[in-house]
C-alpha cells in the first residue's frame, strides 16, 4: 500500500528540511546583500511549481518503474522533457525585465532551486515510505529510509538550485539558450539518478560529488554575479573576516581575548 497520512508529513518534511540546509549554507552568509523578501517569494514560486513538476515526476515515471511498465530509456527522455520544462520556467522566471535590471537572478535562481528540489524529493520520499516498491529493499518507513530520504533531500534540494543559479548568473550576460539546455542535462541526469537511488543508494553518490564539484564556482562565481562591484567587494570582506573571527576563536586560549588580526 503507499504512505500513511504520518508518513507522507515525514516525507514533506524532509524534503523541507532539504530547503534547511541549503539556505543555511549559502543564502544565510548573504543576508543583508540580497533582496531576502524576494528570495523567500521565489522560493515559495519553487515550492508551487515543484509541485507540479514532481507530480509529473511521480505520474510519469516513477508510477510507470512501479508498475513495470516503464524501462530506463523511456523514464531518461521522459525525465528530459520534465527538465526542459523546468529550464524554460526558471529561465522565464529568472529572465524577467525587473529582476535582470537589479540584477536578482542568480539569487532567486537558488532559493527557487530549492523549492523546486524539495517538493522532488519529497515525492520520492514518499514513494520509498510506501510499501508499493517490491523490487528495493529500503521501502518503508525505517532508519534506513529515513537516512536516504535525507541525503535525497539535500541533493535535491542543492542539485536543482545549483543550475538555476547558473542560469539566472548567465542570463545578465545575456546567455540563455546553451544555459538553458545545459541546466535541462543535469537536471534530467539528477532526476534519473535520485529515483534510482531508492533501489540502489549507492548512486547518491554521484550526484554528491557533482553537488561537490560545482559548489564553489556557484558560490565564488554564479550567485555573487548578482552584487554590485562594491557590494561584491563588502560581501568578500565580510566572508573574509567571519573566516578570521572563527579561526581566531577556535584557536584562542579559554579567557583570554579573540585577536582577528585587525588593530
Known amino acids: 500500500m503507499v504512505a500513511g497520512l504520518w508518513q507522507t508529513q515525514a516525507a514533506f518534511a524532509i524534503g523541507?528540511?532539504?530547503?534547511f540546509i541549503g539556505w543555511r549554507g549559502s543564502m544565510a552568509r548573504m543576508t543583508g546583500f540580497f533582496d531576502l523578501a524576494g528570495s523567500v517569494r521565489y522560493l515559495l514560486y519553487g515550492i508551487v511549481s515543484g509541485m507540479i513538476l514532481a507530480s509529473a515526476v511521480d505520474r510519469l515515471i516513477l508510477a510507470g518503474i512501479v508498475e513495470s511498465s516503464l524501462n530506463i530509456a523511456s523514464a531518461s527522455i521522459l525525465a528530459l522533457l520534465i527538465a526542459l520544462a523546468e529550464s524554460a520556467l526558471v529561465?522565464?522566471?529568472l529572465g524577467r525585465p525587473r529582476n535582470v535590471a537589479l540584477r536578482?537572478?542568480?539569487p532567486f535562481g537558488w532559493t527557487l532551486g530549492l523549492?523546486?528540489?524539495a517538493m522532488q524529493a519529497s515525492v520520492i520520499a514518499w514513494r520509498l515510505f510506501g510499501d508499493e516498491l517490491t523490487n528495493s529493499d529500503y521501502s518503508g518507513f525505517s532508519m534506513i529510509s529515513v537516512s536516504i530520504a535525507l541525503v535525497i533531500a539535500a541533493s535535491s534540494c542543492i542539485g536543482?538550485?545549483?543550475?538555476?543559479?547558473?542560469?539566472?548568473?548567465l542570463i545578465l550576460e545575456s546567455k540563455r539558450f546553451s544555459p538553458f539546455a545545459l541546466a535541462a542535462l543535469g537536471r534530467a541526469a539528477l532526476t534519473m539518478t535520485l529515483i534510482l537511488s531508492i533501489y540502489a543508494p549507492?548512486?547518491?553518490?554521484?550526484?554528491?560529488?557533482?553537488?561537490?564539484?560545482?559548489?564553489t564556482p556557484a558560490h565564488s562565481n554564479w550567485i555573487p554575479s548578482g552584487l554590485t562591484p562594491a557590494a561584491r567587494q563588502a560581501y568578500r570582506r565580510t566572508t573574509r573576516q567571519s573566516d578570521r573571527h572563527r579561526k581566531a576563536s577556535e584557536s584562542r586560549t579559554k579567557g583570554s581575548l579573540v585577536n582577528d588580526g585587525e588593530e
Not at 536543482?160 to 548568473?169: K, M, S
Open 91 to 93: 529561465m522565464f522566471l
Open 16 to 19: 523541507l528540511l532539504g530547503v
Open 115 to 117: 523549492g523546486i528540489g
Open 104 to 106: 536578482t537572478s542568480p
Open 160 to 169: 536543482h538550485a545549483i543550475p538555476a543559479a547558473f542560469q539566472g548568473a
Open 202 to 215: 549507492i548512486i547518491l553518490i554521484a550526484p554528491l560529488i557533482a553537488i561537490a564539484a560545482f559548489w
